[in-house]
C-alpha cells in the first residue's frame, strides 16, 4: 500500500513552515535600523518547486514541494532622516529595511492557510484509509 499522499501533504507543511518563518523573521526585523544602507536588513523570501519524489529502489514516484532556497530582496532600504538617532550617518539619516509589513501580514495568512490545507488532506486521507479498512468488518 502506498502513502505517498502523507509524504506530498508532510512536502508542502515543511515548506509552508520555512515561509511561515522567514515572513517572521522580516517581520521582526521591520522595524530596525542601521547606519548604512548594506547594514539594513533585507527581507527575506523562500522558493519552491515541484519535485518528483521517487522512493529508492521504485519505480513509480510521487510529487512534493521542496524548497530550492531563501533569496533576499535586492530593493534599497528606506532612508529616514533621523539626526538625533546614534545610528545616524554623517547627513542625519538611518536605513531601514525594505519589508512591507502589510504585505508580509498577507503572506502570513497564506501561509498558514495553505499549512491547515495540508493538515486537512492528512487528517481526510487518515480518515479514507480507517473507513477502507473497517469495511472489512
Known amino acids: 500500500m502506498s502513502f505517498r499522499i502523507f509524504d506530498i ?46 522512493l529508492a529502489g521504485k519505480t513509480d514516484s510521487g510529487a512534493a514541494v521542496r524548497v530550492r532556497g531563501v533569496i533576499e530582496d535586492q530593493s534599497a532600504p528606506e532612508a529616514r532622516y533621523q539626526p538625533g538617532n546614534p545610528l545616524a550617518n554623517e547627513e542625519g539619516y538611518v536605513f531601514a529595511p525594505n519589508v512591507n509589513v502589510v504585505e508580509e501580514m498577507v503572506d502570513m495568512i497564506s501561509a498558514s492557510r495553505a ?17 477502507t479498512l473497517r469495511l472489512g468488518q
Open 115 to 131: 499549512y491547515q490545507n495540508n493538515v486537512e488532506v492528512m487528517n481526510t486521507s487518515k480518515e479514507l484509509l480507517l473507513a
Open 9 to 54: 501533504a508532510g512536502s508542502g507543511m515543511a515548506a509552508q513552515s520555512v515561509r511561515l518563518n522567514t515572513v517572521a523573521s522580516n517581520l521582526a526585523n521591520a522595524e530596525s535600523v542601521s547606519g548604512t544602507p548594506e547594514g539594513a536588513y533585507k527581507a527575506r523570501h523562500p522558493v519552491f518547486e515541484a519535485v518528483r519524489a521517487g
